[in-house]
C-alpha cells in the first residue's frame, strides 16, 4: 500500500512539475501570514461594541 501511494504522489509531482520543498515552503508561508494576523487583530483597539 505505501508503494503504491508512493508511486501515486511521484506521478502528481511529475505532471504538475512540483517539487516537495514547494509544499512544505507553501505550508510554512501559510503558518507565517495566519500567524502574523492574529498578532495585528490582537493589537487593533477594543471597539467597545460587547
Do not use: A
Request: proline letters at 2%; aromatic letters at 8%; charged letters at 20%.
Amino acid at each position: 500500500m505505501i508503494q503504491k501511494v508512493n508511486l501515486l504522489s511521484f506521478y502528481w509531482r511529475l505532471i504538475h512539475n512540483i517539487d516537495e520543498q514547494y509544499i512544505v515552503r507553501l505550508i510554512g508561508q501559510v503558518i507565517t501570514v495566519s500567524l502574523e494576523t492574529v498578532k495585528i487583530v490582537n493589537d487593533l483597539p477594543d471597539l467597545g461594541l460587547s
